[in-house]
């Protein structure tokens, strides 16, 4: 075999190789292909692997024509090269053959896109979501049972809470740059869009946690702008929902307005930024949805009361080279802010 036809055939079995441990990957590590949790993705999912078989059966028949020619072709000495000029059969199986595939996809996408845009029939719920660097923040319907005691509506975040077998609208719009709203166990991607509005549906077939993130790259922050999509039984739904609008109620609650105006009073409405409030710096992360965290500048989890009062009464102790410096506050108006912080939800 000559140098370049073994050159061929080690590429040929690299290429293999790499299909190989690309599509046991998707089994493994990305669960939506093979199990869909929604009709949207299970529509999705379908296409996708009707691609995939196309795709690998072409891989081989292009690799298979290459190592064969290299090894049935190859140069060696008392073999004379035959000139070949054409074969208009095979020219027009391999016009023919790709064209039909790619208007048959086609078609199938066409239809899948259908369905997949469709956020106006038998939709159970809408809910807005807004995209910023780096958070996602979720306005419940304006119904009675989202309503908050001074008469406005339940805006969440960090997780998106929804009913199971409910058709649900996600009315999508950024506050700053360019995000994009995917989470693929239940099919779809959308982008969000700052001074635009766009539309996207989700529903799940049963309860559980489906984790996505933020798909358009964003800035800094961007790998950290995840999705935690919560999927409720109808009855569990509407204890969730009661619990939710009662924390949130606890934000205006006098117990905790001591906290309140310490917060806005001093250095920290200055660098922080908290969604209803005078507190609007760009220093430091934005506080609105605080207590719904996982973590507390990358270095405490979880977000309690603990690990609050450690942080503020020490930031650089915690996390040398924090651009938050020691107050020097009295404990007793740290519990106060700590109090008011855990309302943040």
């Known amino acids: 075999m000559s140098r370049w036809s073994r ?50 059966i072409v891989l081989v028949i292009v690799l298979g024509g290459l190592v064969y020619s290299g090894i049935r072709f190859r140069d060696r000495p008392g073999h004379q090269a035959a000139q070949l000029h054409g074969h208009n059969l095979l020219e027009l199986t391999w016009t023919v053959i790709p064209t039909i595939m790619v208007l048959s996809l086609t078609v199938l ?25 780096w958070s996602w923040s979720y306005t419940y319907p304006d119904e009675q049972m989202f309503k908050l005691s001074d008469g406005s509506t339940l805006v969440a975040g960090q997780e998106l809470h929804i ?49 996505g993130q933020c798909t358009e ?19 569990d739904y509407a204890a969730w929902a009661k619990g939710a609008v009662a924390d949130a109620n606890r934000f205006n609650d006098p117990a905790t307005k001591a ?22 710096g760009k220093v430091g992360p934005e506080l609105t949805h605080i207590a719904s965290k996982d973590n507390i500048a990358g ?34 108006n740290i519990a106060s802010i700590v109090q008011f912080l855990l309302t943040l939800k």
């Open 7 to 56: 050159r061929l055939a080690v590429a040929a079995s690299l290429a293999l190789s790499s299909l190989v441990v690309t599509g046991g990957a998707a089994l493994a590590d990305g669960p939506w292909p093979n199990d869909p949790q929604g009709p949207q993705a299970r529509e999705i999912s379908g296409l996708y692997w009707i691609m995939f078989a196309l795709a690998v």
């Open 109 to 133: 996408s066409f239809q899948r896109l259908n369905f997949i845009n469709d956020t106006r029939t038998d939709i159970g719920m809408v809910v807005k979501v807004e995209g910023r660097q």
């Open 163 to 211: 009913p199971v077998g409910t058709k649900v609208r996600l009315e999508l719009s950024a506050k700053d740059v360019i995000h994009s709203f995917f989470v693929p166990g239940l099919g779809g991607k959308k982008d969000a869009v700052p001074g635009h509005s766009t539309e996207l549906w989700i529903q799940a077939d049963k309860p559980g946690s489906y984790k």
């Open 217 to 235: 790259f964003c800035g800094d922050g961007h790998a950290d702008m995840l999705i935690t999509i919560v999927a409720h039984d109808r009855n």
């Open 259 to 280: 906290g309140r105006e310490l917060f806005l009073s001093l250095a920290c409405s200055g660098c922080h930024t908290i969604a209803g409030t005078t507190a609007q």
């Open 299 to 332: 270095v405490l989890r979880p977000v309690d009361q603990a690990n609050l009062t450690k942080w503020i009464s020490d930031p650089p102790g915690v996390k040398p080279g924090t651009l938050m410096p020691k107050l020097g506050l009295p404990p007793d």
